[in-house]
T-cell receptor, first 117, second 111 residues
Framework: EAGVAQSPRYKIIEKRQSVAFWCNPI?????LYWYQQILGQGPKLLIQ????????DSQLPKDRFSAERLKGVDSTLKIQPAKLEDSAVYLC???????????????FGSGTRLTVV | EDKVVQSPLSLVVHEGDTVTLNCSYE??????LLWYKQEKKAPTFLFML????IEKKSGRLSSILDKKELFSILNITATQTGDSAVYLC???????????FGQGTTLQVKP
């Protein structure tokens, strides 16, 4: 079974620039999550999709972050404009059905390491 | 506010030692407790616990959940240098499958 694919692996941008990350979940997984992991901290959920609908985006800084999952498969996360404090690893994860079976089949991608200078 | 707290934050041991990592949680509509190992990349799944008092084992690793006292422990026996990593604890909340993570425990095993 192919895992969760993310790209790019690394990105360095200047503050106020924009950046986009891509995630392709495991085939058949209905639920997709984006997490932000700042160095030395645990991952923090930014947004959760169930198919192509948003389930939870309560911790997404909506003034600068946006995400979409138009066809219920792959997803993009965008930051515009970036700030220094956005430097972090952005992890995508997917699960079979987060609503019916929380935690089951929860698989993370390798992440995108973003450095804002 | 939902929270998960891990202790200790870091730990240095020698090969062959036994370690116990702690995780306490306060999460509304708690569903399950998960442990992950993270080595410079994606967290990899170790255990998922849903029932209190039932130990789960995988080789030298074991874990148990206490839903009354709201905590879990992860034990690693006969530690090896390959066990060096950050160990993350997460609690799933409500019906959405959202995982709330602790800060992680950084374990370093010296030869």
């Amino acid at each position: 079974e192919a895992g969760v694919a993310q790209s790019p692996r690394y990105k360095i941008i200047e503050k106020r620039q924009s950046v986009a990350f891509w995630c392709n979940p495991i085939s058949g997984h209905a639920t997709l999550y984006w997490y932000q992991q700042i160095l030395g901290q645990g991952p923090k959920l930014l947004i959760q999709f169930q198919n192509n609908g948003v389930v939870d985006d309560s911790q997404l800084p909506k003034d600068r972050f946006s995400a979409e999952r138009l066809k219920g498969v792959d997803s993009t996360l965008k930051i515009q404009p970036a700030k220094l404090e956005d430097s972090a690893v952005y992890l995508c994860a997917s699960s079979l059905d987060g609503r019916r079976a929380p935690g089951y089949g929860y698989t993370f991608g390798s992440g995108t390491r973003l450095t804002v200078v | 506010e939902d929270k998960v707290v891990q202790s200790p934050l870091s730990l240095v041991v020698h090969e062959g030692d036994t370690v116990t990592l702690n995780c306490s949680y306060e999460v509304t509509n708690f569903r399950s407790l998960l442990w992950y190992k993270q080595e410079k990349k994606a967290p990899t799944f170790l255990f998922m616990l849903t029932s209190s008092g039932i130990e789960k084992k995988s080789g030298r690793l074991s874990s148990i959940l206490d839903k009354k006292e709201l905590f879990s422990i992860l034990n690693i026996t006969a530690t090896q240098t390959g066990d060096s990593a950050v160990y993350l604890c997460a609690a799933s909340s409500g019906n959405t499958g959202k995982l709330i993570f602790g800060q992680g425990t950084t374990l370093q095993v010296k030869p």
